[in-house]
């Protein structure tokens, strides 16, 4: 057979340039030695899920550790998956968990040198590659529709075959030139097919840099590497862009693994150097005692737009993800709390070989104990991102008083290091918190555990007397000169060596104006909050909170 002519006619695109100018166009990168070029590959679906920041993170930390280079790719071969504004968001969502591409699609970068980044618009390189395939006997054209496939796979499964296009069920390997001509006569479509030269009887061992050495059976399927529009399949892509984009290590899903000696064979016949590989466990959780895979349809929490919109501290997220991504980063970071996770010493091999458990638990607990760390002013700026875009239009109008809530925020959270608040974990439980700093949100439940008369009393002879001048100790004076005037016992031992003479004790009075105040009977300091609520909304409460 005339294979010049054959691939001449099945890609007839005079546009093709020869195939060495490729390598001299994207020449292997010069980086320092033992640095590593590693990609994010999404199909630009719109969907980022917990499993691509899972293996983005491991991307990030080994590029940016080694003096690398972390790139996004855009594997948008099926058209019909793609969502508009899909790449964006993978950035955007990307970048609020601190992992940042220094290339790539819409990245502005002067690094850009590898591209085009989206796949679609490398189409030329593939025909080029497949074309000389033909031309060297190593892929044919594919006319079998999707009937003729499906009865293969019927008779394969009635056998109890292994399914797929190979060997003698292979049918168009073995069509004769006439018949390959008279197809293309009759406008039949066609795919082009890859012409395994392997055998399953031959055994492969390789090493993953996850999963450690494994044992592959030698591919002997003809797959698919250009479809009928002319599109490559993933295989193909990857062989061609992680060789051209001087990719060294591939880090991608475990369920790529059994793909994994078509690609061997494709790096081979295509003469390129394979580039390591390091397939990513799945991400599990525990449901009624098994454990399952994440699921898209079940677990809201796979979706990465799920912590943004819950407001989980970002910094949070990501290091709940480097606990299941290293095993010692825990002990790392027990040893050291007050340094930047990036300064942990990440390896891929100390990754997990099988399925990591994800647990939300977990990962509130590190949330609770990473916004204990942070300052009132940076807790602060947390909400206010997570208020412009989640909260309400009353949050939105709180938070542009950043002074007043900042204060608030010191009060809440504590200033003393040791003593933070710690039960915190998303942006909304603090905004939630400190509604009731707020007339438009303050939402009193008045339960008081003294009559009515009493409380009154209480409440009008505080309200009557309170300087928001006074400090602490003579706020608490005030309070014990309420107490003695309304039968209350002014100091606790007075009140514990004889309860039966009074109504209560000084604490009872704090809690009548602290009800009164805010509305619940736990509060941080309630002089503080009267300080900051200022006289007049203290007086305004203090006259709605009389019992009518
Ligand atoms: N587009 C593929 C995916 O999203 C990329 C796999 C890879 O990283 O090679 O699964």
């Known amino acids: 057979m005339d294979l010049l002519k054959l691939a001449q006619t099945l890609i007839p695109d005079d546009d093709l340039l020869p195939l060495e100018s490729y390598e001299k166009m994207y020449p292997p990168r010069e980086l320092p030695k033992g640095a590593e ?119 394969q499964t009635a056998r109890k075959l292994t399914p797929g296009y190979y060997g003698a069920f292979a049918k168009c390997r073995n069509l004769s030139e006439e018949e390959i001509y008279s197809n293309l006569a009759a406008g039949k479509p066609f795919v082009i097919r890859l012409k395994s030269q392997g055998d399953i009887a031959n055994k492969i061992t390789f090493r993953d840099r996850i999963k450690g050495e494994i044992t592959v059976t030698e591919n002997d399927q003809d797959v698919v590497i250009l479809k009928s529009d002319g599109i490559p399949t993933y295989h193909f892509a990857h062989a061609i862009d992680d060789h ?27 003469g390129f150097p394979m580039p390591a590989y390091g397939h990513t466990c799945s991400l599990m959780k525990m449901d009624g005692g098994n454990k399952r895979k994440l699921s898209k349809r079940k677990d809201p929490e796979l979706s990465l737009d799920y912590y943004r919109g819950e407001g989980y501290y970002p910094v949070a997220v990501v290091k709940y993800l480097m606990t299941i991504l290293n095993s010692n980063f825990e002990e790392w970071e027990r040893k050291n709390p007050a340094e930047d996770y990036t300064k942990f010493k990440f390896t891929i091999e100390k990754m997990g070989k099988s399925g990591a458990l994800f647990d939300l638990d977990k990962l509130n607990d590190i949330s609770k104990t990473e916004l204990s760390k942070i300052s009132a002013e940076e807790m602060f700026d947390f909400m206010y991102g997570w208020v412009s875009e989640f909260g309400t239009d009353a ?36 905004v939630r918190m400190i509604d009731y700093f707020f007339d438009d949100t303050f939402a009193p439940q008045y339960s008081y555990r003294f009559d009515g008369q009493t409380v009154n009393s209480v409440i009008e002879g505080f309200a009557d007397i309170y300087d928001p001048a006074d400090d602490n100790s003579a706020w608490f004076a005030k309070v014990k000169e309420v107490a003695a005037a309304n039968g209350f016992a002014a100091e606790m031992s007075e009140y514990k060596a004889n309860p039966q003479a009074y109504k209560g004790s000084v604490s009872d009075v704090a809690e009548i104006l602290r009800v009164a105040i805010t509305g619940m009977s736990n509060s941080p300091d309630l002089c503080t909050i009267m300080g900051i609520l200022g006289k007049e909304r203290c007086a305004r409460r203090f006259a709605a909170a009389k019992v009518k």
């Open 244 to 270: 051209f984009m001087r990719t060294t290590l591939v880090i991608r899903g475990e369920e790529w693994l059994s793909s994994l000696p078509v690609h061997i064979e494709l790096f081979k016949v295509l």
């Open 37 to 155: 070029v590693t990609r994010l590959a999404p199909s630009p679906t719109g969907f980022i899920h917990l499993g691509n920041l899972y293996s983005a993170l491991a991307d990030e930390r080994i590029a940016h550790t080694t003096g690398g280079i972390f790139y996004l790719r855009i594997e948008d071969t099926d058209e019909k998956r793609k969502v508009e504004g899909a790449v964006e968001s993978v950035i955007r969502s990307l970048k609020y968990f601190n992992v940042n591409f220094d290339e790539g699609a819409e990245i502005n970068s002067p690094l850009n040198k590898y591209g085009p980044y989206y796949q679609r618009q490398r189409a030329k390189i593939y025909r080029a590659f497949a074309k000389d395939l033909i031309a060297r006997g190593l892929a044919y054209p594919c006319f079998c529709t999707e009937d003729d496939l499906n009865k293969v796979r019927e008779e």
């Open 395 to 430: 949050d939105r109008a709180h938070f542009e008083n950043r002074e007043y809530i900042v204060r608030i925020l010191n009060l809440v959270m504590g200033t003393n290091s040791k003593k933070r608040r710690k039960d915190i974990a998303r942006a909304e439980q603090g």
